[in-house]
């Protein structure tokens, strides 16, 4: 089955760039997701990225797409404390009978440190 | 405008009773989905609803769980006779159909069981 791994642990001191790293298995996925979650709150959808691309900019967050690899990664750039959180990475796939799921990863903690 | 809600917000319940846990999506979205999140895991799928079509429950890891959306809106998640196992914060998502890339999560509700 689909699996998307991630490291568990980040810790970027303010100021700096934090690069979260992510690995899936099934390529035929078509999007892949960045998604935050704070304490005590749900998940919040950050960016994604379509298969067809290698690289896409929002702001200080940058997605970096291997596809020949199956590697993910999200920076982000001048961290903030406000960036401490969870972050997901999750892809789309395709599980039969006209049905799509998300599969996670396992969460990266980001830690900032200022 | 207003995100998904969940209630409760936190349920503690003793072994071997029977939980509901409610999901309202945003108005006008037609996929549904709960995923589960246990301690140090990521998010586990568990059932996937569609406008009017036969909800997709391949990630329901017993007969125990159920769910039901009544008139494509409010979903219940029903837990029988509930296992320490089942602690675990249980989180709903909509999207406003599933091929659309943006699921949108509520704060989730929290279920501990002992």
């Known amino acids: 089955g689909e699996d998307v791994e991630q490291s568990l642990f980040l810790s970027v001191r303010e100021g700096d760039s934090s690069v979260i790293n992510c690995t899936y298995t099934?390529?035929?996925?078509?999007?892949l997701y960045w998604y935050k979650q704070e304490p005590g709150a749900g998940l919040q959808l950050l960016t994604y990225?379509?298969?067809?691309?290698d690289m896409k900019q929002d702001q200080r967050l940058t997605v970096l797409l291997n596809k020949k690899d199956k590697h993910l990664s999200l920076r982000i750039a001048d961290t903030q404390t406000g960036d401490s959180a969870i972050y997901f990475c999750?892809?789309?796939?395709?599980?039969?009978?006209?049905?799509?799921?998300?599969?996670f990863g396992k969460g990266t903690k980001l830690s900032v440190i200022p | 405008g207003a995100g998904v809600s969940q209630s409760p917000s936190n349920k503690v319940t003793e072994k071997g009773k029977d939980v509901e846990l409610r999901c309202d999506p945003i108005?006008?979205?037609?996929?549904l989905y709960w995923y589960r999140q246990s301690l140090g895991q990521g998010l586990e799928f568990l059932i996937y609803?569609?406008?009017?079509?036969?909800?997709?429950k391949s990630g329901l890891p017993s007969d125990r769980f159920s769910a039901e959306r009544t008139g494509g809106s409010v979903s219940t998640l029903t837990i029988q006779r509930t296992q320490q196992e089942d602690s675990a914060v249980y989180l709903c998502a909509s999207s406003l159909d599933r091929g659309k890339n943006e699921q949108y999560f509520g704060p989730g509700t929290r279920l501990t069981v002992t």
């Open positions: 999750a892809e789309k796939s395709y599980s039969g009978a006209g049905s799509y799921q998300l599969t």
């Open positions: 609803f569609q406008g009017n079509s036969a909800p997709d």
């Open positions: 990225i379509f298969s067809n691309m």
């Open positions: 099934d390529s035929s996925s078509t999007y």
């Open positions: 108005s006008g979205h037609t996929a």
